[in-house]
């Protein structure tokens, strides 16, 4: 069965669609929305789902338009965006090391983040926006990093993971000892950072990753030709016209900066990164790097472990990252144990 589409403009130009991938995008959208809704829904004060699309289209009482607008739509959006983010930035790890373990969990960015955010939280007693700028500076320092030491008249993928991998442990020990050597009140604030929450988040830190986001996925979509053909090795991109360190760099910051801003807005949100690619391929079905599907998993992601941490656990609420952790880390086993059987690794 055809699942590609041809679809040509009057003006000649011509538009090949997978009607599949398209499909999934579709229905994951509508997962991430409905999710969304459901959890803008969920707290102490429950709100119905209809009651929600209508606050949310302007038509409800004042009081559910403070719960709404004010308390709980940042959170879920904040959630959308940095499941999007993570998402993304995954995808293009993986497209650029062509290696499924070749995510920012993996590579170290977010433990370069983590230490961005405990100097500051523990050298300077910084602020929430303190922290979050030291959060970002320490994820794109690790990334520059990480790409300077495996260059080697270009960088390759298994070279990069690699580096990533060796960088990633170096910075883990920056990071306990930052802790051990911090007070117990800077201690504490740290160690609820680094598992990664959305509580408390604002339209503070909505806007930056809406902002981001804006500039970073047209840009990463226009360059996802480009992406493909480079899975195909660099001799063949290059003789088919494609500027590849070129295209991998520009993609590579883009990766870096969305897995660093999503770090900073809600902590480091584990292996987001690492399954939303892989469980978008094996929803389309399609080589190539599945950038939108995996956005669209990414969210959906977020949201719904989001939803689960607030009510799948009783009267406990747990930090998204735990439950996307425990969900990450079962998956991880049974990537290895796949990827072994085939011969891959």
């Known amino acids: 069965m055809k699942t590609n589409r041809v679809i040509r403009t009057p003006g000649g130009l011509s538009l090949r669609l997978d009607v599949r991938a398209v499909t999934v995008v579709v229905l994951l959208l509508l997962a991430a929305l409905a ?8 707290g102490d004060f429950p709100i119905s789902a209809s009651d929600v699309v209508r606050t949310l289209l302007g038509d409800g009482n004042a009081g ?3 719960i709404v607008d004010e308390l709980r739509l940042p959170r879920v959006l904040v959630g959308l965006l940095v499941g999007a983010s993570l998402g993304l930035g995954g995808a293009l790890f993986q497209a650029v090391t062509r290696n499924p373990l070749g995510s920012p969990d993996v590579l170290g960015l977010g433990q370069g983040a983590t230490a961005g955010a405990l100097v500051m939280i523990v050298l300077f007693s910084g602020s929430a926006a303190q922290v979050t700028v ?5 994820g794109l320092v690790t990334g520059l990093a990480i790409y300077l030491l495996a260059w080697k008249q270009g960088v390759h993928g298994y070279r990069l993971v ?3 991998i060796g960088l990633s442990a170096i910075v883990t020990a920056i990071n306990g000892y930052l802790l051990t050597v911090s007070d117990i009140v800077d201690a504490a604030r740290a160690v609820v950072w680094m598992t990664g929450s959305l509580n408390g988040r604002d339209w503070d830190q909505v806007w930056p990753l809406l902002g981001l986001c804006a500039v970073l996925v047209p ?9 493909r053909t480079m899975e195909m090795g ?20 883009a990766a870096v900066l969305l897995t660093a801003t999503a770090t900073a807005a809600a902590g480091p949100v584990g292996f987001v990164a690492l399954t939303a ?14 950038l939108l599907p995996s956005l669209c998993m990414g969210a959906a992601l977020l949201v719904t472990a989001d939803w689960a941490s607030q009510r799948a656990f009783g009267a406990d609420q747990l930090p998204v990252g735990v ?22 690794i």
């Open 323 to 344: 439950v996307t952790g425990v969900l990450g880390g079962v998956y991880l086993l049974w990537l290895l144990v796949t990827e072994r059987r085939a011969g891959r």
């Open 162 to 164: 690699l580096v990533g």
């Open 219 to 227: 840009l990463v979509l226009a360059n996802a030709r480009g992406l």
């Open 234 to 253: 660099d001799d063949v991109s290059n003789a088919l016209g494609v500027r590849v360190e070129r295209v991998r760099a520009l993609l590579m910051v």
């Open 35 to 42: 999710a969304s809704v459901v959890l803008i829904g969920t």
């Open 64 to 66: 559910q338009e403070f």
């Open 277 to 290: 690619p892989q469980l978008a391929r094996r929803l389309t079905r399609s080589p190539g790097p599945n």
């Open 134 to 138: 030291g959060a970002l500076v320490g």
